[in-house]
């Protein structure tokens, strides 16, 4: 095991109903609200309502920057930073999924400076404080809601990337599964596989940590159990709870703890596949992930087996572990190929483009200029 | 699913010299410093002498209070928290086992107030605040390093009770394996049983959280997978870390979410013991847990076979499950029967009236006065 410090200080409020709690949450932080959400689909659900019934019940000045978009962009952070800062707000509600809640993070770290976001993603810049952050939870899927990560796209450059800083955890986040029961069945399937891939990326990551490890397996098994059964009762509360739960402790710290890091290729890969076409960020991990195991599983077949013998509960092979897990992904409705999604050999260039821009690679297991056409033929 | 709100603030260093990190983390909290510890064995292994160069290092103004005893007493807290409380000290730091990180908690809400501590086990007084803890773990096993919760007992009143409030948790916790070699053999074995016990606690308890469950039998069988091995290579760093990030996983809140409580009538009834005859508590519990089981295997058969079936990847029924994990703990050297600690039928009246006064019980699986009887006599 490596030597490790664990903390995670996120006050995270689970279950039916919780979002009440907000009107005792939210004063502690402050009166001046800045309230950052998507592209309205909260309104449609009537979660917006909910939320600014509870805004006003406790007298709170609310400014709002709604629009966010998915695949989240350096652009809209950097305005509502500025709409933020010109406001002096005391505290940040974010309510969304994985883009909204990423954005508010990076959000911030940025009211209190007045450059862009994206120096924080070059390293040019490095955060000193930020504006406390309440997160409430429309998608399971990211992890965000309970760390400290951001992944930003900037257009400009054509790079999306990640990005970590202790002050970027939100304060509290509030999980309630009923609002994910308007999910529909696709990004469902999508936050599924989210969180079974960064089981894989930690999993993948190099250091011993047995019980990290069957942290790792607990969740996706978890995930692989109940998933396939939420897919047949999108309105199920039970199911959608369980699936939340998982999606949060998958990317908390937890399967983490006592390795040297998580491997992240396979994000690495499908980062950028999302760039160039905006793949949904889980389909493009379910394209990713098997031509990434395939790709090294001359270099780990015994952990490849190791990790199929423990999930699926019977004896098999790296090759055999890559077919199942394939076969799970395709059985939920999510593509493994890149002509699932209608890209044809006419793009494949572009990928590899894409691929050289981002340094396409992992922490862990390492993979060279030389190596994209493989991985990108793999992906075919 | 219940509800739930997932928190810990504690932080924990964890791995080979990290207590360096004290000379750090200590001036963040103050330089008035209550040093806590137990019966002088961190004199023979150096620890001490290390501890007092950190403290050194940063000009600590140190007042100690040594001499905590196992099953630590209430008036050792009451006269540590004088001495805290005239010495006006900034921050406590505990170095030793349960008992000592136990006993400093309740130091630390205890100091900015004038009454027993005990005043907060009959629930007379509530904490309104508390000096910052520091802890340094001697020994894997009760977890308390990172929760809220302290056993102490009180033998005017004969009673040996358990408290939890969230000013209890520590700041910071100090986890280097290597601090656990010095530990003999038998209570290392308590150790690893202990932990197992936290689990089989919170895996009873009422309540259907599946990924919870997962992670109580991940960390079981992590401990018995190398609790054994351990017991083999007691000088083994590894091995002592495994068990050391088990110990505090099996009761730092994970084991928990989503359920609407642990059971803890294992070890309501093993307190007893120990405040009756100075069984060590791991000990205690493993003569408790196979007598609870047989007690309510015919209330909850496929519980039972489904923990066993899952721990030992056989599948077992609930009687098989219970024997084998009675094997388990015989395997470690721990007593399983009363007679395994030399108390014979002459004593059972006592315990009898020990069960009494403690009123044994547990938070979800009933058990009357009538039952009493029944469940010594399955210890014998």
Known sequence: MENFVAYNPVRLHFGKDCLSGLTTVLPIYGKRVLFVYGQGSIKKTGLYDEIRTYLDAIDATVVEFPGIRPNPIVEDVD????????????????????????????????????????????????????????????????????????????????????????????????LDPELTISVPRDYTAYGIADLIVHCFELYFGAGDASLTDRFITSIT??????????????????????????????????????????????????????????TPHGASLTIATPAWMRFFKNQIPGKLSALGTELFRKPLTAD???????????????PVRLSDIGIGDDQLDKIFNGFISNHVGGACMKIAETDYRKIIDLMK
């Open 221 to 278: 098994r978890e995930a692989m159990e109940y998933g396939p059964q939420l897919l047949e009762n999108l309105d199920s509360y039970d199911l959608r709870a369980r699936i939340m739960y998982a999606a949060t402790m998958a990317l908390n710290g937890l399967t983490g703890y006592g390795k040297v890091s998580g491997d992240w290729a396979m994000h690495s890969i499908g980062h950028v596949l999302s760039l160039l076409f905006d």
């Open 79 to 174: 305005a509502a930073a500025r709409v933020g800062r010109d406001n002096k707000v005391d505290v940040i509600l974010a309510v969304g999924g994985g883009s909204v809640i990423d954005s508010a993070k990076i959000i911030s770290i940025a009211i209190p400076v007045t450059h862009s976001a994206w120096d924080f993603y070059t390293k040019a810049a490095k955060p000193k404080s930020s504006i406390p952050l309440v997160s409430v939870l429309t998608l399971a899927a990211t992890g965000t809601e309970m760390n400290p990560f951001a992944v930003l796209s900037n257009h400009k450059t054509g790079q999306k990337d990640g990005y970590g800083n202790p002050f970027c955890y939100p304060k509290e986040s509030f």
């Open 320 to 334: 055999e572990t890559i077919d199942e897990i394939e076969h799970f992904f395709r059985s939920i409705g999510c």
